[in-house]
Nanobody, 119 residues
Framework: QVQLVESGGGLVQPGGSLRLSCVASGFRLAYYAIGWFRQVPGKEREGVSCISSGGVSTYHDSVKGRFTISRDNTKNTVYLQMNNLKPEDTAVYYC?????????????WGQGTQVTVSS
């Protein structure tokens, strides 16, 4: 099967850091742009970051300067390094084989990984 699995979330204090992983199975991640998205209950899903197949990264203004997206094609994995976390970053984080289209059909999204930023 073809799937992406997110991991690395958890509970951290404001100002702390986490590194999320997005691991692909059933296909070669190297050939795709990969986007990170997040969603809070009762709120719309939003795009967070994107990395192209060539390694070019883009970010939502709210995370610019704090988050870094990267890829390791030998491990079939994309990472999201999150530094200086804020309570507003609390959400379920998802990855996908597209960028900046948060309203994509809902059944295309996986389980995600929970990030909670709280003192």
């Amino acid at each position: 099967q073809v799937q992406l699995v997110e991991s690395g979330g958890g509970l951290v204090q404001p100002g702390g850091s986490l590194r999320l992983s997005c691991v692909a199975s059933g296909f070669r991640l190297a050939y795709y742009a990969i986007g990170w998205f997040r969603q809070v209950p009762g709120k719309e899903r939003e795009g967070v970051s994107c990395i192209s197949s060539g390694g070019v990264s883009t970010y939502h203004d709210s995370v610019k300067g704090r988050f870094t997206i990267s890829r390791d094609n030998t491990k079939n994995t994309v990472y999201l390094q999150m530094n200086n976390l804020k309570p507003e970053d609390t959400a379920v984080y998802y990855c996908a084989t597209q960028c900046w289209l948060p309203n994509t059909k809902s059944d295309s999204w996986g389980q995600g990984t929970q990030v909670t930023v709280s003192s």
